[in-house]
C-alpha cells in the first residue's frame, strides 16, 4: 500500500498570501489529521477530518482552514500567511480516529 | 503550562546501552502515543497504548493511568535508533505533544 502522501513538500510564500497544501491518505483511511511543528512550539494539533467532517480543531486562528473530499483526500488553507506561519506542516491518516496515525512526510512551508 | 512533560530533553548513550525516556502529563486523556522522528522530518508511530505495557522489538512503552506517567524504554540501543522521539496524548478532541527527547546512539 502506497504511504501517505503530501503535495507539495516545499513552498516558498511571501506574508499576506495565501496557501492550500494537499494530503492523501492510505487508501482505505478515513480520518486524516493536520500538524505543525515548529522549533519554537514543537508539534501542535491543527485538526482532524473524518468522512468529509471536521472532528476536532486545535487551538489556532480562523486563518487556518481546512476540509476533506469524499474519497478521503484532505486540503489545508492558510490565508494572509504571516511569517511565524513559517513550519512543517505534517499529515497523519488512520482507519478510524482513535486508530494509529499514519504520518506523511509533511510540507515545508517557509513564508518571507 | 504544557500538559505533556518530556525527560531527558537529550540524551547520548553508547550502542548496547538500555535508555529510558520519560513522559508526564496533567490531563485526563484516551490514549498516548510514542511517536520517532528521523532527520528530514519523517515521524512513525511507535506505540499507541491506553493501558499497561506493550512491546515491539526492542522497544517497550509501559504506562501508570494512576501516575498519568509513562515511559518508552530501548534496550541494546543501535545508532540507528538516533532520532527524536515524542511523546503524544489525546483527550476527548485534542493532541497534546511534548517537546521531544533527542537521542543519539554513539558506536
Known amino acids: 500500500k502506497a504511504g501517505v502522501t503530501q503535495t507539495p513538500r516545499y513552498l516558498i510564500k511571501t506574508r499576506g498570501q495565501q496557501v492550500t497544501l494537499s494530503c492523501s491518505p492510505i487508501?482505505?483511511?478515513?480520518?486524516v489529521s493536520w500538524y505543525q511543528q515548529t522549533p519554537g512550539q514543537g508539534l501542535q494539533f491543527l485538526f482532524e477530518y473524518f468522512s468529509e467532517t471536521q472532528r476536532n480543531k486545535g487551538n489556532f486562528p480562523g486563518r487556518f482552514s481546512g476540509r476533506q473530499f469524499s474519497n478521503s483526500r484532505s486540503e489545508m488553507n492558510v490565508s494572509t500567511l504571516e511569517l511565524g506561519d513559517s513550519a512543517l506542516y505534517l499529515c497523519?491518516?488512520?482507519?478510524?480516529?482513535?486508530?494509529?496515525?499514519?504520518f506523511g512526510p509533511g510540507t515545508r512551508l517557509t513564508v518571507l | 503550562k504544557n500538559e505533556v512533560e518530556q525527560s531527558p530533553q537529550n540524551l547520548t548513550a553508547q550502542e548496547g546501552e538500555f535508555i529510558t525516556i520519560n513522559c508526564s502529563y496533567s490531563v485526563g486523556i484516551s490514549a498516548l502515543h510514542w511517536l520517532q522522528q528521523h532527520p528530514g522530518g519523517g515521524i512513525v508511530s511507535l506505540f499507541m497504548?491506553?493501558?499497561g505495557k506493550k512491546k515491539h522489538g526492542r522497544l517497550i512503552a509501559t504506562i501508570n493511568i494512576q501516575e498519568k506517567h509513562s515511559s518508552l524504554h530501548i534496550t541494546a540501543s543501535h545508532p540507528r535508533d538516533s532520532a527524536v522521539y515524542i511523546c503524544a496524548v489525546r483527550t476527548g478532541n485534542q493532541f497534546y505533544f511534548g517537546t521531544g527527547t533527542s537521542l543519539t546512539v554513539i558506536p
Open positions: 497504548l491506553s493501558s
Open positions: 487508501s482505505g483511511h478515513r480520518s
Open positions: 497523519a491518516s488512520a482507519m478510524e480516529s482513535r486508530d494509529t496515525q499514519y
